[in-house]
């Protein structure tokens, strides 16, 4: 399957377990993976046949930038659903990565990778 790669989209958020950890916006990575037939966009060279790149930005920022989270995994989920809903794709990867999630180990994130098929 051919795919659309959209790496580290920079977004800030309110996420955390702990009140004190939603206390403030934390710098979170989304990585977009889109599972395509990209073969119509590649012989007509025509951006209707293919997904907006930017549109997919934006709406990633406006779906998780409405309400605070407790998991790294429901942002990821909710990414992955309106991707589907919103666009022309057979599959979407959407990896969440949290920086400061494990900085006193040394650990340099945590993520969690959701991958959704539009037939299930």
Known sequence: M???????????VRVGVTEEERSEDQDI????ELGLDLRP???????????DYEAVCAAVATTINVRLFSLIETIGEEIADMILKEYPIDQ???????????????????????LRCRDG
């Open 2 to 12: 051919d795919k659309i790669v959209i790496p580290q989209i920079p977004v800030r």
């Open 29 to 32: 990575l989304i990585d977009v």
């Open 41 to 51: 966009a590649g012989t007509t060279d025509d951006l209707t046949q293919t997904v």
């Open 92 to 114: 979407v990867l959407v990896r969440v990565r949290k920086p400061g999630a494990l900085q006193t180990y040394g650990v340099p994130y945590a993520a969690t990778e959701i």
